[in-house]
């Protein structure tokens, strides 16, 4: 596996990490949200701010997908990091439930470049090569599943300590994917 494929799923890890962390450190901020000047937020408000997210993931992932293929993947792989930098400073600085909203589409979208450049980047690189796909693939999934897991984890800990200062420490969780994947990923197209 060459350098640039381990460091797209190095990447990945990060990435997932941070979108994990996000995911798990909302919920919580937003249950205390009047401690921090902000509304009661009731139940189906909490389930449409979570929701936004997936559905913008959803939507958007087809279109990031053929900018991907039109822009190169390894261009459009940044936008991801990016995004989510910008959409959890946001979440930090925020009560306003319609931002927070505005935050969650963003997040949404980061995943939404993400995911279909990663995994045409994937594609190219192994193109030759069934076994190397095969392994790439499957650690892709590995390292998205771990960097979720480890972000949920990590998430009321660190808000705990924090509070929603934890959003701000997470945009460098973001900076550190960008890194990663603008200088340890080579374009292969």
């Known amino acids: 596996m060459d350098r640039?494929?381990?460091?797209?799923?190095?990447?990945?890890?990060?990435?997932?990490?941070?979108?994990?962390?996000?995911?798990?450190?909302?919920?919580?901020y937003l249950a205390k949200l009047p401690e921090h000047g902000g509304p009661v937020v009731a139940a189906t408000t909490l389930a449409l701010l979570h929701t936004t997210f997936y559905v913008a993931e959803l939507v958007l992932s087809p279109a990031f997908g053929v900018i991907s293929d039109r822009l190169g993947h390894h261009r459009?792989?940044?936008?991801?990091?990016?995004?989510?930098?910008?959409?959890?400073?946001?979440?930090?600085?925020?009560?306003?439930?319609?931002?927070?909203?505005?935050?969650?589409?963003?997040?949404?979208?980061?995943t939404a470049a993400s995911i279909p450049s990663i995994l045409g980047f994937i594609a190219a690189v192994t193109a030759g090569n069934?076994?190397?796909?095969?392994?790439?693939?499957?650690?892709?999934?590995?390292a998205t599943l771990a960097g979720i897991g480890a972000g949920f984890a990590v998430a009321p800990l660190l808000f705990a300590a924090l509070g929603p200062v934890a959003f701000f420490l997470n945009a460098g969780f973001y900076g550190v994917s960008f890194l990663i994947y603008r200088f340890g990923v080579a374009d292969h197209e």
């Not at 797209?8 to 919920?27: D, E």
């Not at 069934?130 to 590995?142: D, S, V």
């Open 4 to 28: 640039s494929l381990r460091a797209v799923l190095a990447g990945t890890f990060t990435l997932r990490f941070s979108t994990g962390l996000t995911g798990a450190m909302l919920a919580v």
């Open 76 to 110: 459009v792989m940044l936008f991801g990091p990016a995004f989510g930098a910008i959409a959890v400073i946001l979440t930090g600085l925020t009560t306003n439930l319609a931002v927070l909203g505005g935050t969650r589409l963003l997040e949404g979208a980061s």
């Open 130 to 142: 069934e076994l190397l796909r095969g392994k790439a693939a499957a650690r892709f999934e590995g």
